[in-house]
């Protein structure tokens, strides 16, 4: 990548993460505990296709008008990333009683992502069926493992140790709903399953393209190249189309969910006793 494109987007980046938090400070004030970056960026750098992964730890939840101020500055700070000049951000908002002390599955506060734009802009009231989240688990191993505080104590200081079996259960039961995106959300779900598939079977949670680089070395021949392609698309070397392989997402997810679950089945008659789950970037 042009080393010139490189820090304008690195530039980019770093003040929507800023924009965010003073957003979040500026409506909750000593009532935002913490603000943690983390994801692949942190680790892999700014790539084309990046996202900003944000969480946020606080003493109560946005109010309802708090939230619409909330929403209606965020559909300005972040961007669908097609559309280019900014980035998509992935924020989760949980009060601190909602996960200390842990239990499954965990709650919510608030979430703001692309994939809701379209009721945020609709006003939509009622967004989420449930405050349950039980990939609250995952995100909370994560932000633990490789968070960067902007605000706040250290993430293992703020946040709970995640029981090995509830992080592979919302594992688990995160990819119904991946699967049902395979044609709207191409690349994501299928960088998406790589991870997990990957976690799975390593107890290490990688980067989404060596991840997918992974799974490339263990699926049968016919599946390679649409995983190929979507790493080539996070990586910036491909259009974002997967036009020509339409007939061939579904049966690669179905043969990656299958390993999934077969994983999961198999954790059920073991005891995992103190294995833990590590970063492998």
């Known amino acids: 990548m042009n080393h010139f494109i490189k820090a304008e987007q690195e530039f980019v980046f ?3 993460v800023q924009e965010t938090v003073e957003l979040l400070e500026s409506l909750l004030d000593q009532d ?9 960026a942190t680790h892999k750098g ?8 944000l969480f946020a730890l606080t003493k109560r939840g946005l109010t309802k008008q708090e939230q619409r101020v909330f929403i209606e500055k965020m559909l300005q700070i972040s961007k669908d990333p097609k559309k280019g000049g900014r980035f998509p951000i992935e924020l989760t908002l949980v009060e601190e009683s909602q996960v200390k002390p842990w239990h499954y599955p965990p709650k919510f506060s608030f979430q703001f992502g692309e994939w809701m734009r379209s009721e945020f802009e609709a006003k939509k009231e009622q967004i989420w069926s449930s405050a349950e989240m039980p990939d609250l688990a995952v995100l909370i191993t994560l932000v633990r493992l490789s968070g960067i505080p902007i605000k706040g104590l250290s993430p293992k200081d703020a946040l709970p140790q995640v029981p090995y079996l509830d992080f592979m259960r919302a594992l688990k ?3 119904p709903f991946l699967v049902s995106e395979i044609y709207t959300d191409t690349r994501n779900v299928l960088l998406t399953l790589a991870r997990i598939w990957a976690t799975f079977c390593t107890d290490t949670i990688g ?3 060596d991840s997918a680089e992974w799974a490339i070395a263990h ?5 390679i190249e649409p995983m190929e ?3 080539k ?4 070397a491909h259009p974002d189309d997967f036009t020509d392989l339409k007939n061939r997402l579904r049966p690669l997810v179905d043969f990656i969910q299958g390993a999934i679950d077969s994983k999961y089945e198999s954790l059920q008659t073991e005891h995992p006793g103190d294995r833990k789950v590590t970063l492998k970037f």
């Open 14 to 16: 770093k003040n929507q």
């Open 32 to 40: 935002l505990l913490g603000v943690y970056l983390y994801g692949s």
């Open 46 to 53: 700014v790539q084309k296709y990046s996202d900003i992964d």
């Open 173 to 175: 039961e995160s990819t």
């Open 207 to 209: 980067s989404k393209t």
């Open 219 to 223: 699926l049968p021949i016919d599946f």
């Open 229 to 231: 392609r979507a790493r």
């Open 233 to 236: 698309i996070a990586l910036g």
